[in-house]
């Protein structure tokens, strides 16, 4: 669930038909003599001098470990003490989709601390089916319905989707990548990062995870406790797939976080003139995109629109940006709005994976009277974007998943959550969710700060020194933590950090 995710591009479709045999989780990785280290591809990103990088092969299939075999791109930043080192910390920026590869260069970049770069050696890695890692591509155009569609006005609009999805999906299943999709799943990174640890020579492996990536870390603490260290779990889905529950509570994030944007905008109303109140602000945004609807500006819709502020509000760094080019649409002019979508437009790669993901985890609704139903409902809860989230997508005409999802445990090592309180993609609720399915294995920090991302990415003093203490010297709350937000200065630290697509 990132940003690049929510703009209206490709998507995927259909796989074979699922195996009733399925290999055990808890089956122990193979051991391996080690990895052979070299330069990092160069579309790697920002910062990837200071990795290093190199493959793990594991079977396309578990099921049949002697047949099609693929390699798993993973990148290493070395600890700064090697004296000081306990382990390794490997990591997930999420989506799904997400390349995971410059992730450490870009921790680092963030400002990871010194005492977290002495105990471990950072570990990315990009998932099966995606990067540098066998690839899957169904050949996505822009305009095609993407895991979250575009906001219907009307059931006619849900029914249109869904005709238009249908056919996305019948396009993978037939694209070269087809035969493979139905491999690219949580279960099966689940194995592969078991693989990376082996490779690596390690009993377990430490891991630090944002939004998918904290469900992929749930999941494999629940599947493979033995293997498990200090996992910090950051911005939280409530569940170890992107399930449909969790898509739908897009809509509540962006009820919870548009009055961060609207108040900021407020107090600038004489720059940018999009309300002098926060009840402007948000009168203004359903008054544009009511306008946009009858009569697009420059080819911008309201749909786009909607979809164009849901995916700024992921960062306070961004609020400028959205307030400028509101205003430029609001005046009459949309050319800042569609340069925005295409600079941001998935790659055919990174929405490819996250269908085959999304959709070959769990099975979605197929009925389309269901979907036009929970549209009205959402649309009423949730009216700034909850059609869009509860609208149909490609996974309703998936082939059902060839395994059941991981389902997460209330035994094993501890688990340490970070959520923000008025978060657009992973809301609050999906921490108390995880909470409880964790049970007292986990604690749940919440953050009283807006946007996607809590470790690093908001400064907040509270936030990363528990999770530094806890990735550092093992440090575990006894009880729930509340974290006050932090001031202002600090949460613009990051604002000029050159971020990877899948943040």
């Not at 549209?375 to 059902?400: E, H, L, T």
Request: charged share 20%.
């Amino acid at each position: 669930m990132t940003r690049n995710r929510l703009k209206h591009g490709a998507i995927l479709a259909g796989i074979l038909a699922a195996v009733s045999m399925t290999p055990a989780l808890g089956a122990e990785a193979p051991a391996a003599d080690g990895l052979r280290w070299g330069p990092c591809p160069a579309d790697t990103g920002p910062g990837a001098e200071q990795l290093r990088c190199s493959t793990v092969r594991v079977p396309l299939d578990y099921r049949d470990p002697g047949g099609k075999s693929i390699d798993i791109a993973v990148s290493k930043l070395a600890s700064s003490a090697p004296a000081k080192r306990r382990g390794v910390l490997l990591m997930n920026p999420g989506g799904p989709g997400g390349s995971g590869l410059g992730m450490p260069a870009t921790l680092a970049q963030l400002g990871m601390p010194a005492s977290v770069r002495q105990s471990y050696d950072l570990i990315g890695f990009d998932p099966r089916g995606i990067g540098q890692s066998a690839p899957v591509h169904c050949g996505l155009r822009p305009g095609q319905p993407a895991v979250v569609p575009e906001y219907p006005l009307n059931p006619a609009d849900v029914a249109a989707t869904a005709k238009e999805s249908k056919a996305v999906a019948q396009q993978c299943a037939a694209s070269a990548s087809g035969p493979d999709l139905r491999h690219i799943t949580t279960a099966n990174t689940v194995r592969d990062m078991d693989r990376i640890r082996a490779a690596l020579g390690e009993p377990k492996i430490s891991y630090y995870g944002v939004s998918y990536g904290a469900s992929l870390g749930a999941a494999f603490a629940s599947a493979k406790p033995a293997r498990t260290d200090r996992f910090v779990l950051d911005s939280n889905p409530g569940d170890t797939t992107l399930s449909r529950d969790v898509l739908r509570r897009f809509g509540l994030g962006m009820e919870q976080r548009f009055p961060d944007f609207a108040a900021w905008a407020a107090a600038r109303n004489t720059t940018y003139h999009l309300g002098a109140t926060p009840g402007q602000v948000r009168d203004n945004y359903f008054a544009l995109a009511a306008r946009l609807d009858k009569q697009p500006v420059e080819e911008v819709t309201g749909k786009q629109f909607r979809a164009f502020v849901f995916s700024k509000l992921y960062r306070n760094a961004t609020f400028p940006d959205l307030a400028a080019q509101w205003q430029e649409l609001a005046s009459g002019n949309g050319a800042a709005v569609r340069a925005a979508q295409q600079q941001d437009n998935p790659l055919d790669n990174e929405q490819s994976a996250q269908l085959a993901i999304s959709c070959g985890d769990v099975q979605w609704p197929h009925r389309v009277a269901q979907y036009q139903h929970d549209v009205a409902q959402d649309r009423d809860r949730f009216p700034m974007f909850g059609a869009a989230a509860a609208s149909i997508n490609p996974c309703a005409y998936w082939p059902k998943p060839a395994e059941p999802p991981i389902r997460m445990t209330n035994t094993g090592p501890n688990l340490l959550l970070l959520q923000n309180l008025r978060d657009p993609a992973t809301p609050y609720v999906g921490g108390r969710l995880a909470r409880a399915k964790l049970g007292d294995r986990a604690r749940l920090v919440n953050v009283d700060e807006g946007g996607h991302g809590a470790y690093l990415w908001r400064q907040n003093p509270c936030a990363n020194g528990l999770a530094t203490d806890y990735l550092v010297h093992g440090s575990f709350p006894r009880d729930d933590v509340s974290c006050a937000a932090a001031p202002e200065n600090a949460k613009q630290r990051t604002a000029n950090v050159s971020l990877p697509r899948w943040w």
